[in-house]
């Protein structure tokens, strides 16, 4: 199992483990302003699902390994692996059928060189057309419910840090028992920028883990 588990991680470019999170830099704002899917990650991701012999889901994989649960995301409904209700249920599925399952922990990563664009803004404006009030309480019970699985989830989940991690990608990190990142790999958290109120309770964690000044 623990081969297995190595080579999972090679898979996904995380050999190399780098614990410390840098500092911004304009190069990783132009990529917040400029989403779009690379064509190697589109190939890539083609040729993850053509291996599986039968997945059930749209927007992520799901692997059943030797003593644990590989769930990668691999986004169709968004771009960039970023977060919308379909693809949270998806990874609330497969979390939950793992919790259920003979696996000894689960490792969550992503296909192509982005792990997660945190949540889908685009999606979420749209679906603010219709009634405002209703589809917001609908999109906060998705999210919460969606934190929620990784806070309650019994058995450890290892995370492998392929690219950039923004906003909801970054903050339910903390919520994980072991995130291992390549020299890719990168997080951001924009909530100012956005507007937005910190999500996956990094109000909590991310003092507790960097101190209160940070």
């Known amino acids: 199992g623990t081969s297995t588990f190595m080579e999972a991680l090679a898979a996904n470019g995380t050999t190399n483990i ?4 840098t500092g911004v830099t304009a190069n990783k704002r ?33 692997r059943k390994q030797d003593g644990f649960t590989h769930i990668l995301l691999s986004t169709k409904s968004s771009e960039n692996n970023s977060l ?7 990874v609330q599925s497969a979390l939950n059928t793992a919790a259920a399952d003979d696996s000894k922990l ?4 992503a296909v192509g060189s982005i792990f997660c664009c ?35 989830f019994k058995k450890p989940i290892i995370v492998a840090v392929n690219g950039p991690a923004i906003g909801l990608g970054a903050s339910i990190l903390p919520l994980c028992d072991v995130v291992w990142a390549n ?12 507007g937005q109120s910190p999500d996956g309770c990094s109000s909590l964690t991310f003092p507790r883990i960097m101190g209160l000044a940070s």
């Open 18 to 21: 780098q614990t410390s999170v």
């Open 30 to 62: 132009r990529f917040i302003d400029d989403r779009r899917d690379q064509p190697f990650d589109k190939r890539l991701r083609f040729s993850v699902r053509q291996t599986e012999s039968a997945y059930r889901y749209r927007d992520i994989v799901v």
């Open 84 to 90: 919308n209700p379909e693809v949270m249920k998806e």
């Open 106 to 109: 689960v490792l969550f990563s």
């Open 118 to 152: 945190g949540l889908d803004f685009i999606y979420f404006i749209r679906r603010l057309t219709d009634d405002r009030k209703k589809e917001s309480t609908k999109m906060a019970e998705a999210i919460r419910n969606f934190v929620n699985t990784f806070i309650q």
């Open 183 to 194: 020299e890719k790999a990168w997080f951001q958290t924009p909530y100012t920028t956005f």
